[in-house]
């Protein structure tokens, strides 16, 4: 598969631009409505994607062989998806033709984060959600 092909897999959800707090103790994570910097809200873009490793360090490439290892990847993520042999959802862009479907179907973080450079760290346990672990199939919208 070329770059370019892995790179479509990307639903443009978003999610993996949240930040994840881990249980020191269980190693369970859970999710914030925090997003990185970068994140455009609306779009659920990163801002500067080709320089983002500039900016956010530690900012992790999905690439093929990281996909496989990362446990807070949402079970609905494509990359994750195709990694684990399984078929993309309805919603996905190169399912749907549509890049809109992923925000239409409720997958996407559009409009339901804050940026990090606005919340203190120690207040990030303020902001735990749990939408974005929740494995969900939305239905179709009918019509």
Not at 45 to 66: E, K
Not at 102 to 130: C, K, L, M, N, W
Request: proline share 8%; net charge negative.
């Amino acid at each position: 598969m070329s770059s370019e092909q892995w790179e479509s897999l990307c639903d443009g959800c978003a999610r993996c631009c949240l930040n994840k707090l881990e249980d020191w103790d269980t190693g369970q994570i859970v999710w914030t409505a925090i997003a990185c910097e970068l994140l455009d809200d609306e779009t659920c873009r990163c801002r500067d994607y080709p320089n983002r490793h500039d900016f956010v360090p530690d900012c992790i490439p999905l690439d093929p062989q990281a996909v496989r290892t990362l446990t807070w990847l949402p079970p609905t993520c494509g990359y994750r998806l195709v990694a684990e042999g399984h078929d993309l959802y309805w919603w996905h862009p190169l399912v749907s033709g549509d890049p809109e479907t992923v925000h239409e179907a409720g997958i996407s973080t559009s409009g339901r984060t804050v940026s990090e450079s606005d919340i203190p760290v120690e207040e990030y346990e303020d902001f735990i959600v749990e939408w974005p672990g929740e494995l969900i199939e939305p239905e179709r919208p009918k019509g």
